[in-house]
């Protein structure tokens, strides 16, 4: 008896992720679980040095900004609910001190353009297609900070935008680093504030633009670029609501691990599960709780823990817990 519609995937042949590799991750919340779960098995990864970024003209912005190197400066942050802002970046960048966001700011853009330049993947996930333009600049704020909306113009990207957009983005990449992998996914996170329907509309121009921008890069050879569907894994395989948390909105712990485990299989060369075992083994020890600490069976076992450290370092020395 078959209860569940599987996504199908394929193992990716060529360009896995293993712990040679330097990822970079950008963009809404979902990508975060994956990236904690990469963060979690000790990969040499860089997670949303702007925070959590939810369209693809911010994405955009943040790419240019970083391999353009722009310094920002006071003209670009502004003072609201007794903190610092910028409209560029995530509001857990935001600070009391101008000068912290300030350096803030800059010392992450430089940390994101030294990734984009030696990454050799480069994992993306979209939230929603539509933007909010500041009246006063006309260009789209990856943050609104609780500014009153008056102060901007909400708009739903268009498929071409999308797909325009994902252009520049990667044109940009692929000028300073034109080996990087680029894997694409649209989080399924449902945005409801926007509306049922508009919520919809945005995923579905997500979506189409994605597979219009990957289907111009096929017909010209340039496959570098990929989607990852987790979106479809959670609305097809787990049709259900106890796959997510209390709010309706967000994929559980189990549908993230869920998905994680699609995204291994996908993308993870099957050497570097091996060392993700010894990896989870360590990550366990080192959250056991003895019953007595001074115990000789307690520090037999931590001996033990401090070798099985080593001898990981010694093959990987970028990994530290």
Known sequence: MKLQTQVPLDKQIENQIDYQSKLLLLGSCFVENI???????????????????????????LIHNALHQKKYTEDDVFFHNEQWHCYDAHSKLSSSSK???????????????????????III???????????????????????????????????EA??????????EIHRSNPEVTIVFTVSPVRHIKDGFVENSQSKAHLISGIHQFLNEQSAINNNKS?????????????????FYSEDMLHPNKTAID??????????????????MNEVETIQNGLK?????ADSEAH???????????????????????
């Not at 000068?99 to 990454?119: C, F, G, M, P």
């Open 35 to 61: 990236g904690n779960k990469l963060e979690y098995f000790k990969f040499q990864s860089v997670q949303n040095p702007f925070g959590i970024l939810f369209h693809p003209k911010a994405i955009e912005g």
């Open 99 to 121: 000068e912290k966001l300030l350096s803030s700011l800059n010392a992450n853009l430089d940390l994101t353009a030294k990734r984009l330049h030696n990454a050799t993947h």
């Open 125 to 159: 996930t979209f939230g929603t297609a539509w933007i909010y333009k500041n009246y006063k600049s006309n260009l789209p704020v990856a943050n609104c900070h609780k500014v009153p909306q008056k102060e901007f113009v909400k708009e739903l990207l268009s498929v």
């Open 162 to 171: 999308v797909t325009n957009s994902l252009k520049l983005l990667v044109d």
């Open 226 to 242: 990929f989607y990852f569907p987790s979106y479809e894994i959670l609305l097809d395989e787990l049709r259900d609501y106890r």
């Open 258 to 275: 869920y998905i994680w485990e699609k995204f291994k299989h996908v993308w993870i060369s099957n050497n570097s599960q091996e060392i």
């Open 288 to 292: 056991h709780k003895p019953f007595n």
């Open 299 to 321: 520090q037999n076992f931590l001996k033990q823990l401090e070798l099985k450290k080593e001898r990981l370092k010694k093959n990987f020395p970028q990994i530290s817990f």
